[in-house]
């Protein structure tokens, strides 16, 4: 258990936790911005995996998570955005990720996937496009670790929210309690500093931060974090605690 001057500045903020999607940083400086990225205070890394199939993208690779492996101790989220997903899960257990997210819409075989998840000891999510009902959680519940609500339709950063997503993270948190397992829920997709407060305040526990606030260019990585930390802080304050 790590003693409290040693936890990330978000157990000051009720344990949010941010998630830079690195494919929105620096490609081709990696590594200095995830060593930039660490001492700000981030929490863990947000890897979009993309087939340019399930979705028309592939900003980033097998390759390139791999290497990254070794030069960081921050924790792997995978986003697979890809038809083949039990492909997928073997190829990043195999580097050593923490927590992989499949798409409700391209698992044909949805539970058994997550079980395969389960097997490596990997913390297994679902992830799900704005139009999708919340009930394509129903049967796999008891099997996740956390639920990954998409507030934009996936493939790319650099867009706006969809309006109807934030009334969604709310009614996951209530569809969550109703089924009493208290599960984090990530949001993905324009996760701005205006934003954040009230994503958190419906209920986000982790905040994908992309090209809107961690990578936002109006400032650096240091002072976007620290503006994310107050954005959190607001909705704490809107939650109520
Ligand atoms: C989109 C990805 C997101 C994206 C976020 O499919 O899942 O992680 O990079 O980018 P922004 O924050 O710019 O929407
Ligand atoms: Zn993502």
Redesign the pocket.
């Known amino acids: 258990m790590p003693t409290p001057e040693s936890q990330s500045p978000n157990a000051i903020n009720n344990n949010i936790r941010i998630a830079p999607?690195v494919?929105?940083a620096d490609l081709c400086n990696l590594e200095k911005d995830i060593q930039l990225l660490e001492k700000s205070g981030i929490d863990l890394l947000?890897f979009?995996l993309m087939d340019a199939h399930f979705?028309p993208n592939m900003p980033i690779g097998l390759a390139l998570i791999e290497q990254l492996r070794d030069k960081t101790d921050c924790e792997f989220d995978i986003?697979l955005?890809v038809d083949n997903n039990d492909f997928f899960v073997e190829a990043v257990a195999k580097i050593g990720v923490q927590q992989i997210a499949v798409h409700a819409e391209s698992a044909i075989h949805l539970d058994r996937t997550l079980s395969v998840i389960e097997g490596y000891d990997i913390k297994a999510g679902v992830a799900l496009n704005p139009a999708t009902p919340l009930s394509a959680l129903t049967y796999v519940v008891d099997r996740l670790d956390f639920v990954l609500i998409?507030t934009?339709n996936?493939?790319?950063?650099?867009?706006k929210l969809v309006p109807a997503t934030l009334q969604k993270i709310s009614d996951c948190r209530a569809y969550l309690d109703k089924q009493g397992v208290n599960l984090p829920i990530e949001v993905?997709?324009?996760?701005s500093f205006e934003n954040i407060p009230k994503m958190v305040a419906v209920g986000a526990d982790i905040l994908?931060?992309?090209?809107?606030?961690v990578f936002q260019k109006s400032g650096s990585r240091t002072e976007n974090v620290q503006r994310i930390h107050q954005a959190i802080s607001l909705g704490l304050e809107d939650r109520g605690v």
């Open positions: 999607s494919m929105c947000h979009d979705v986003h955005m998409m934009v996936p493939g790319f950063a650099g867009q993905d997709g324009n996760v994908v931060g992309g090209s809107s606030s």
